[in-house]
């Protein structure tokens, strides 16, 4: 998957002149900064200089800036990098030996990596962007990549389409490479729950009997997935209570008769946390008067419950099918 859009973006990019910095630092998935930096140290810049105060960068110079984006990916230093790009040499233009013909093409799938040493398959274009910034640790950028993703497709498809898949790219990169992409991780679990508090509105306030209880079982701190459901509720307009990792048995059980919920969404990624007997014993749990005593729902939520569910417990595969849970439990 190329940076660019194809064939068709390229030739809008000559017809129409050239693009901007900030239009092409949108499309490498990195701050305006970074390339006016790699211009100024490197001989990055535009290859044709035009009158006026603002540069125009051609599909050449894209192409160029492309190559530097693919090594600096894969580790190589950016001096390094640079010169290599500006040689023509570089990730999809492999060099050649002295006097022979040009080294063969990488095979499609080697290039599936989408430069940045993550395996994302046919993700969305932006998970491209976001895993760079990512793998930069180049905290400006991926704000704002994450910002565009969620305002452009609106949050659950943000989530299901460009944010989860970067994520799991990125876990399957540390798990395979001796934990050297932790710190990647952790930099990018920390601006998506940055972003996903930027976008949600104010928690409403309580309305009775539509709260929704939001906490990982004990011994769980993966509480990103249930930061994102909690954003979506809010935007839809739904009171939330979130308690957020590992909360005690006893805590839990506080939580759910202090509050009354309609829903209890209780995350466990890994089968080892999940406990059947704990979600039935929540949702056996009663409150109100005598005659019109209510329970909540009990959302199985994550990984961890696969091979756990039990009638009654609903388990919900995806954001969207635990929003929609969530809408049922509070219309009901």
Known sequence: MDISDGDGDEAEVRR?????????ARRLGVAPTTVRSWD????????????????????GDLARLERMCALTATGLPPAEAARLALDGTGADTPPR?????AAPRPPARARSRAGTGLRLGDARQECKGIARAALRLDAAALDGLLRDAIEEHGLVAAWTEVIMPTLQAVGRKWESSGE????VEHFLSWHVSGALRRHAPPVPADRPGATTVLACVPAENHTLPLEVLAAALTERGLPIRMFGGSLPVESLVAAVRRTGPAAVALWAQSRTTASRPLAQHIAAIEWGVRGARRKPVVLTLGPGWAGQTTPGLPHPPGLAEAVAAVESAVVG
């Open 180 to 183: 050297r992409y932790v710190e």
């Open 40 to 59: 100024r140290r490197y001989g990055l810049g535009p290859a044709a200089h035009t009158g006026g105060r603002h540069r125009r960068w051609t599909a």
């Open 16 to 24: 129409g002149g050239g693009l901007t910095t900030g239009e092409v």
């Open 97 to 101: 030996e002295e006097g022979g013909p």
